[in-house]
């Protein structure tokens, strides 16, 4: 498969930035009658192949939805188990994500994590920062609203400091504010476990993303699945509101 050229047809073109929302780790346990913290670790070995396989396609970024704003509300030793999953996946896959050349960026607000995950999450990010790779991009604790409503509030305080007027404010100049905004927008959006919709996920960046929803549960998520995502998305006709 050849790289995006940037023309409106996807024809065989590969998409520069496919983000996924990773669903179906507790359903996927269930019918195992096995715990959920069975299906987040199945999850995460489903994670390492799709890094792996979207590397080794070229795609220059892949943003991951781990954990929304949302997934707080679950039962607390399930939140624990992930949070210790979470901690555990980041000091171990460093040496491989170094090996690959693939920088790790982690986004959301990680405020509401305890101190020891914030700073586990900061040294790892600064072993991968010079990687030229592969961007690989984490979203926890995130939600659209909160990304959008972050943006806003920043954008306010320079109105309110006298820096900017509100006659100043648009598009483009909120979108400066965005997570992610020094990166491309997704050009596809793969949501697993059938499921069809986005969950306050990348609410502003998929604004004009293809969407491809799959059947199957996230810890069986494959080669095959992969494939099947990228030809559903050549497929397409990208017109960005045009004709």
Same mark, same amino acid.
């Given at each position: 498969?050849?790289?995006?050229? $940037?023309?409106? /047809?996807?024809?065989?073109?590969?998409?520069?930035?496919?983000?996924?929302?990773?669903?179906?780790?507790?359903?996927?346990?269930?019918?195992?009658?096995?715990?959920?913290?069975? $299906?987040?670790?199945?999850?995460?070995?489903?994670?390492?192949?799709?890094?792996?396989?979207?590397?080794?396609?070229?795609?220059?970024?892949? /943003?991951?939805?781990?954990?929304?704003?949302?997934?707080?509300?679950?039962?607390?030793?399930?939140?624990?188990?992930?949070?210790?999953?979470?901690?555990?996946?980041?000091?171990?896959?460093?040496?491989?994500?170094?090996?690959?050349?693939?920088?790790?960026?982690?986004?959301?607000?990680?405020?509401?994590?305890?101190?020891?995950?914030?700073?586990?999450?900061?040294?790892?990010?600064?072993?991968?920062?010079?990687? /030229?790779?592969?961007?690989?991009?984490?979203?926890?604790?995130?939600?659209?609203?909160?990304?959008?409503?972050?943006?806003?509030?920043?954008?306010?305080?320079?109105?309110?400091? $006298?820096?900017?007027?509100?006659?100043?404010?648009?598009?483009?100049?909120?979108?400066?504010?965005?997570?992610?905004?020094?990166?491309?927008?997704?050009?596809?959006?793969?949501?697993?476990?059938?499921?069809?919709?986005?969950?306050?996920?990348?609410?502003?960046? /998929?604004?004009?993303?293809?969407?491809?929803?799959?059947?199957?549960?996230?810890?069986?998520?494959?080669?095959?699945?992969?494939?099947?995502?990228?030809?559903?998305?050549?497929?397409?006709?990208?017109?960005?509101? $045009?004709?």
């Amino acid at each position: 498969m050849s790289k995006l050229t $940037g023309s409106g /047809t996807c024809s065989d073109a590969i998409p520069r930035h496919i983000a996924i929302i990773m669903d179906g780790n507790n359903r996927w346990a269930k019918k195992r009658f096995l715990p959920s913290i069975a $299906g987040h670790t199945a999850g995460a070995s489903a994670v390492r192949r799709a890094v792996e396989m979207a590397a080794k396609a070229g795609i220059q970024v892949l /943003t991951l939805f781990a954990f929304s704003s949302e997934n707080w509300k679950r039962p607390q030793a399930e939140v624990d188990a992930l949070m210790g999953l979470f901690m555990r996946s980041l000091k171990k896959e460093v040496k491989r994500l170094n090996e690959h050349q693939i920088c790790l960026r982690i986004v959301g607000d990680l405020s509401a994590f305890s101190d020891k995950l914030q700073r586990q999450i900061k040294e790892t990010e600064a072993l991968t920062s010079k990687n /030229t790779g592969m961007v690989l991009v984490v979203a926890a604790n995130y939600g659209g609203r909160w990304d959008i409503a972050q943006a806003a509030k920043k954008v306010a305080c320079q109105v309110a400091e $006298g820096k900017i007027s509100a006659d100043d404010v648009d598009e483009e100049m909120l979108a400066k504010h965005m997570q992610l905004a020094d990166l491309p927008p997704p050009d596809l959006l793969i949501r697993t476990s059938g499921e069809e919709r986005i969950s306050n996920f990348l609410l502003w960046q /998929t604004a004009y993303s293809e969407f491809v929803f799959l059947s199957v549960l996230w810890p069986d998520f494959d080669q095959l699945h992969f494939d099947e995502a990228i030809q559903l998305y050549q497929k397409r006709q990208r017109r960005y509101g $045009g004709r």
